[in-house]
């Protein structure tokens, strides 16, 4: 894994075995995250913010800050949200405008996950309308191209940018993350910081690094 510049690094997307498709516990998953210098990860189980019950068993154990959010899917694609309190359950099959308007009316914010995999293609009218905080341009499950431009889209909108593992497994953790010049001790305080910009997306594994300079060098730009 490369070492980045100094600062507090954060993975805004990670899976439990709380989501159908994980393959980690909550424990594991905390546990690879110090392994790999990480400070804070946020828990983005699919529907479902179930991990959150098993939080206060792990918080003596010297492991890094969690914060819950969810990953709730639109006919759209897939969204993260996080609110300064708990992400309450909504149920499957309401549209991108009324999972955008029920999370802001908590306080809280979403972003765009990996807006073009599979070749997805993105409708506009939702940034135009206000209804994204920030796109993750960063994923460590996603093409390198389809990344770049997630990238291109959040800087054509001026909106904040940010990166996530997405890892389902723990050799998946510590790939990319999040440099923040401040620590971030609560979902509150994350969310402030998103909003300010002051998240820079960062690749951490050295493969990887050498994979995206090589194809595209998106890492020379300033993320």
Known sequence: MATPEKGFLLDLHLH????????????ECLLRAKACGLHLVCITDHFSTEAASELPQLKEKDLPQAVVGMEYSTRDG????????????????????????????LGGIIIWAHPFRWGRKVREEILEKGL???????????????????????????LPAT?????????????VANLCPERIEDAAQLIAAIKEGLLKPVVLSRDLRRFYKRNLGIIDKPL
């Open 16 to 27: 439990t075995d709380v989501s159908p498709c994980g393959g980690q516990s909550l424990k």
């Open 163 to 175: 990166a996530g593992s997405d890892a389902h497994f723990p050799d998946e953790i510590g790939t």
């Open 132 to 158: 994204v905080d920030a796109i993750e341009v960063l994923n460590g499950r996603t093409s390198p191209l389809e990344n770049e431009k997630a990238y291109l889209l959040a800087e054509a909108y001026g």
């Open 78 to 105: 897939d969204f993260i949200l996080l609110a300064p309190q708990k992400v309450p359950y909504w149920p499957r099959g309401l549209s991108t405008e009324e999972i955008s308007w029920e999370i802001h009316r």
